[in-house]
């Protein structure tokens, strides 16, 4: 079995991701990436991990040479970005040179991984999980353990707002507004006697919400 194969408990704090993906499929990858950090990990995401003004390839470069764990999203899209075959490439020879070092492949699609990493157990996102995704990266054998992690990051949130039609919030989902900016509605569709709630930016004017 190659080094970067190594298996092992459950990730402590401090080891370091690199989430290597294409553009289109970054919605998925930001959700995994989210959860992750709200767990506790630290994670290498180009989009918030890369400030203004910074060199891209250098910021990837440092990344690349100080991770501990390269996480591969695998699709048609990463086959045909040469940026993400590059980083694969990168991540391959640094955990020869480090054997202590982990990458891990995520198939989105039905595309066939690289040659190189054929023989890796792979996690399949082909029917996107991302709880299972963050539970197989970070080696999370209870979910209970990943769901007492988002409670503490929950706790130490501190304002968070709640609305039965709408659910807990802790900003507005269009501005990013803090929870203190979130105000409740409610209306009642009197043809069919139902109940909406809701709740409203009051920065933005961005709304949702549902029946109750």
């Not at 991990?49 to 990837?60: K, L, V």
């Not at 470069?61 to 694969?88: H, I």
Request: proline fraction near 5%.
């Amino acid at each position: 079995m190659p080094p970067f194969c190594d298996t092992g408990d459950m990730d402590g704090p401090g080891v370091k991701y690199f989430l290597s993906h294409a553009t289109p499929d970054k919605d998925f990858v930001r959700e995994v990436g989210i959860q992750m950090q709200a767990i506790g990990a630290d994670v290498f995401f180009d989009e918030w991990s890369i400030d203004y003004g910074e060199s891209i390839p250098g910021a990837i470069d440092a990344a690349l040479k100080n991770f501990d764990v390269f996480v591969l999203f695998w699709s048609a899209e990463a086959a045909r970005s040469t940026w993400t075959v590059r980083e694969y490439r990168s991540a391959l020879h640094a955990c020869l040179d480090h054997p202590g070092r982990r990458v891990i492949l995520i198939r989105i699609d039905d595309t066939e991984p690289p040659a190189l990493l054929r023989d890796l157990k792979w996690l399949d996102a082909r029917n996107p999980d991302v709880a299972l995704v963050v539970r197989g990266i970070m080696r999370i054998k209870h979910d209970a353990e990943r769901m007492k992690a988002l409670q503490r990051w929950l706790e130490e949130l501190g304002e968070i707002a709640y609305n039965p039609g709408f659910g807990a919030a802790i900003a507005c989902r269009n501005c990013g507004a803090p929870a203190s900016a979130l105000e409740g509605w409610y209306a009642v569709d009197e043809a069919r006697d139902d109940e909406y709630a809701g709740l409203r930016c009051t920065a933005c004017g961005w709304s949702d919400g549902g029946e109750i």
